[in-house]
T-cell receptor, first 114, second 110 residues
Framework: EAQVTQNPRYLITVTGKKLTVTCSQNMNHEYMSWYRQDPGLGLRQIYYSMNVEVTDKGDVPEGYKVSRKEKRNFPLILESPSPNQTSLYFC?????????????FGSGTRLTVV | GQNIDQPTEMTATEGAIVQINCTYQTSGFNGLFWYQQHAGEAPTFLSYNVLDGLEEKGRFSSFLSRSKGYSYLLLKELQMKDSASYLCAAESGSARQLTFGSGTQLTVLP
């Protein structure tokens, strides 16, 4: 089944403790991105990657890092999480060859930083 | 900058038709997506318009006017399961960045 897999689904952590949210897709998509979703603000892009070793900042990159060493994986790293990073996070992937098929989103990671 | 506007909430009755509007201002506009999102779940793809006009897909249709920076999603024969948030998103630039609106929460009443 074609899908984007995120882990974990839920995470509660303490301020300053480094964490990684994993994202993997099995559709051989070149394009992957991370979003955070907050009430009243909609989905905002954190980082995106157009292919292996090619990443760039989205609208709200502060406090986050990403890497794209393999085509299928695009982890999101919070080096020193803070309470304002409490949010619902989504990973998404797509292929430039098929924009009409849309972006496929992972199931989401609900992160709470205390 | 990029700006997407859509109503915050709408209510309609089962079996009725509802139109959700979206206006956008983006540079390097490529096309306009509509997604459906149930609470706490991932957005799911509904439609993508590149050219002006109406595209119909079953009970759902989407319209785009590039010159007016305007789109709408039309839902016919509403069902209770259509109660969800509907997200308008503009894709722009060679990097294909998506800018989302805040979403329209649709409630379908019996």
């Amino acid at each position: 089944e074609a899908q984007v897999t995120q882990n974990p689904r839920y995470l509660i952590t303490v301020t300053g403790k480094k964490l990684t949210v994993t994202c993997s897709q099995n559709m051989n998509h070149e394009y992957m991105s991370w979003y955070r979703q907050d009430p009243g603000l909609g989905l905002r892009q954190i980082y995106y990657s157009m292919n292996v070793e090619v990443t760039d900042k989205g609208d709200v990159p502060e406090g986050y890092k990403v890497s794209r060493k393999e085509k299928r994986n695009f982890p999101l790293i919070l080096e020193s999480p803070s309470p304002n990073q409490t949010s619902l996070y989504f990973c998404a992937s797509s292929s430039p060859r098929g924009p009409y098929y849309g972006y496929t989103f992972g199931s989401g990671t609900r992160l709470t930083v205390v | 900058g990029q700006n997407i506007d859509q109503p915050t909430e709408m209510t309609a009755t089962e079996g009725a038709i509802v139109q959700i509007n979206c206006t956008y201002q983006t540079s390097g506009f490529n096309g306009l997506f509509w997604y459906q999102q149930h609470a706490g779940e991932a957005p799911t793809f509904l439609s993508y318009n590149v050219l002006d006009g109406l595209e119909e897909k079953g009970r759902f249709s989407s319209f785009l006017s590039r010159s007016k920076g305007y789109s709408y999603l039309l839902l016919k024969e509403l069902q209770m399961k259509d109660s969800a948030s509907y997200l308008c998103a503009a894709e722009s630039g060679s990097a294909r960045q998506l800018t989302f609106g805040s979403g329209t929460q649709l409630t379908v009443l019996p």
